[in-house]
Nanobody, 124 residues
Framework: QVLLAESGGGLVQTGGSLRLSCYVS????????MAWFRQQPGKEREFVGG????????KYAASMEGRFTITRDAAKNTLFLQMSNPKPEDTAVYYC?????????????????WGQGTQVTVSS
């Protein structure tokens, strides 16, 4: 079984930074392709970025690249999302997702395991 638990959300001002964490309770961390998604009120859940287990390549949504940084630490069984200079439009619930598939998909249907989400609010 794969359990995901996000943490690190909260209130941040534009120009600040915030790091989200996703701890994976599983012996299979190194076999998991993992991603971050976010969901804004009234909108569908959207892909932020992710990293595959096979090549450890990192992929970002075009609108997120340059402002968000994804890393994974196998020693800690944790996926991170570093948010730099966030904007009010980045306010959302951020979710961690995982799959045993090799490729980093951008659709929610590509992922079997999900965390409960963590709220990020960016004030101007």
């Amino acid at each position: 079984q794969v359990l995901l638990a996000e943490s690190g959300g909260g209130l941040v001002q534009t120009g600040g930074s915030l790091r989200l964490s996703c701890y994976v309770s599983s012996h299979y961390f190194n076999s998991l392709t993992m991603a971050w998604f976010r969901q804004q009120p009234g909108k569908e859940r959207e892909f932020v970025g992710g990293t595959d287990w096979k090549n450890l390549l990192i992929k970002y949504a075009a609108s997120m690249e340059g402002r968000f940084t994804i890393t994974r630490d196998a020693a800690k069984n944790t996926l991170f999302l570093q948010m730099s200079n966030p904007k009010p439009e980045d306010t959302a619930v951020y979710y961690c997702a995982a799959t045993f598939e090799e490729e980093t998909g951008e659709l929610t249907a590509a992922y079997n395991f999900w965390g409960q989400g963590t709220q990020v609010t960016v004030s101007s």
